[in-house]
């Protein structure tokens, strides 16, 4: 069974830095690309960027670019997800997703992360 | 960037009606189209991809149609664990999502 499994929430202050996870398992870690998406609650889903663990291709969208990094570690199966700096525009669900097919991220996600609460909060 | 947009925002109805979901492409994505479930608090669950093909162990009440920019979503005899929010997606080009429709109970 593919499960993607998120670390849990976290609460920071305007500034600081922040490191979320997703480990996967249940499939071959480096032969499926994983994506980060954004949802801020009443408002739109954003997917942030993708990255191919297999040789740690990253892309990203403009509207993230230089906000977040993007990483993935084959030894234990996990992708990241990082902030040097967060804002309080930060704070958001962001799930962890697989596209369903084997080495292309066009393709839908069918399986997700059970999500990550980031709190950004003086 | 694709702009996904889908009507209604918001749709009342009752348990046993058929309903119809619509989502709009600013170009076109081809069938390179996607449906998803999201419950409160939960993660999306992928219903429908390639703009038709249900995914593994959706009921077969749901149906996707449509290509190039106009695409629905039917919902056959709606059952109370179907009242959700429901996004579509392109990957024709990057990922974008739609705004989401929110299925409410009548």
């Known amino acids: 069974e593919v499960q993607l499994v998120q670390s849990g929430a976290e609460m920071r202050k305007p500034g600081e830095s922040l490191k979320i996870s997703c480990k996967g398992s249940?499939?071959?870690?480096?032969?499926?690309?994983i994506a980060w998406v954004r949802q801020v609650p009443g408002e739109d889903v954003e997917c942030m960027g993708i990255?191919?663990?297999?040789?740690?291709?990253?892309r990203y969208s403009p509207s993230f670019q230089g906000q977040v990094t993007i990483s993935a570690d084959r030894s234990t199966s996990t992708a990241y997800l990082q902030w040097s700096s967060l804002k309080a525009s930060d704070t958001a669900v962001y799930y962890c997703a697989r596209p369903a097919l084997y080495g292309t991220f066009y393709a839908a996600f069918d399986s997700w992360g059970q999500g990550t609460l980031v709190t950004v909060s003086s | 960037e694709i702009v996904m947009t889908q009507s209604p925002v918001t749709l009342s109805v009752s348990p046993g009606q058929r309903v119809t979901l619509s989502c709009r492409a600013s170009q076109s994505v081809s069938s390179n189209l996607a449906w998803y479930q999201q419950k409160p608090g939960q993660a999306p669950r992928l219903l429908i991809y390639?703009?038709?093909t249900r995914a593994t162990g959706i009921p077969a009440r749901f149906s996707g149609s449509g290509s190039g920019t106009e695409f629905t979503l039917t919902i056959n005899s709606l059952q109370s664990e179907d009242f959700a929010v429901y996004y579509c997606?392109?990957?024709?080009?990057?990922?974008?999502f739609g705004q989401g429709t929110k299925l409410e109970i009548k």
């Open positions: 249940g499939y071959s870690f480096t032969n499926f690309w």
């Open positions: 997606q392109q990957y024709s080009s990057w990922q974008t």
């Open positions: 390639n703009a038709y």
């Open positions: 990255i191919y663990p297999g040789d740690s291709d990253t």
